[in-house]
Antibody
Framework: QVQLVQSGAEVKEPGASVKVSCKAS????????INWVRQAPGQGLEWMGW????????GSAQKFQGRVTMTRSTSINTAYMELSGLRSEDTAVYYCARAQRGYDSGTYLYYFDYWGQGTLVTVSS | SYEVTQPHSVSVSPGQTASITCSGDKLGNKYAYWYQQKSGLSPVLVIYQNTKRPSGIPERFSGSNSGNTVTLTISGTQAMDEADYYCQAWDSSTVIFGGGTKVTVL
């Protein structure tokens, strides 16, 4: 069965960086994008970006450009998301999610069929 | 940038029908998706490509798409359906989430 298992909770000081991992199993890791979505306490879902495990290409929401780096290790089927310049507003649960994409009836599809369990990142001095 | 809008909350009595809308410019020309998130848990996909239900999702969950609005309908709502529901679309290489709708089963 498909599983995405994320690394544990982190506490960071403002200005630091955090790197969250997401280990995939139960499917061919290189066949589907991994995305990152975060959720601040009591707030909604916020998309951060995507990473294609084949060549490592990635793209991020404009809000995070220059601050987020998404990478992977295909040898251990693991995706990583690193966020730098942390501030208190970055306190959130960070999720990885597997994306299905393609075309159906001429319309592009892109959605998340499996999610990790989430990683709480707390930014505090 | 593209946006989709959901009502903040919906209340429903057990056994009744709950309808959650999601509106966006020309949303009917795109595929929409719905996720259920129960308190403290990760989101779960309940509807994809407007109307399709993933394996394991009860038949009481259904979706429709017309014009600028997509709708998630929960028929015969049960107490276990109390959760936050998020719609999602794709536009210009960007994933867009609605703000979420809290469904309360009274």
């Amino acid at each position: 069965q498909v599983q995405l298992v994320q690394s544990g909770a982190e506490v960071k000081e403002p200005g630091a960086s955090v790197k969250v991992s997401c280990k995939a199993s139960g499917y061919t890791f290189t066949s589907l994008d991994i995305n990152w979505v975060r959720q601040a306490p009591g707030q909604g879902l916020e998309w951060m970006g995507w990473m294609n495990p084949v060549g490592g290409s990635s793209g991020s929401a404009q809000k995070f450009q220059g601050r987020v780096t998404m990478t992977r290790s295909t040898s251990i089927n693991t995706a990583y998301m690193e966020l730098s310049g942390l501030r208190s507003e970055d306190t959130a649960v960070y999720y990885c999610a597997r994306a299905q994409r393609g075309y159906d009836s001429g319309t592009y599809l892109y959605y998340f069929d499996y999610w990790g369990q989430g990683t709480l990142v707390t930014v505090s001095s | 940038s593209y946006e989709v809008t959901q009502p903040h909350s919906v209340s429903v009595s057990p056994g009744q029908t709950a309808s959650i809308t999601c509106s966006g410019d020309k949303l009917g020309n795109k595929y929409a998706y719905w996720y259920q998130q129960k308190s403290g848990l990760s989101p779960v996909l309940v509807i994809y490509q407007n109307t399709k239900r993933p394996s394991g999702i009860p038949e009481r969950f259904s979706g429709s798409n017309s014009g600028n609005t997509v709708t998630l309908t929960i028929s015969g709502t049960q107490a276990m359906d109390e959760a936050d529901y998020y719609c999602q679309a794709w536009d210009s290489s960007t994933v867009i989430f609605g703000g979420g709708t809290k469904v309360t089963v009274l």
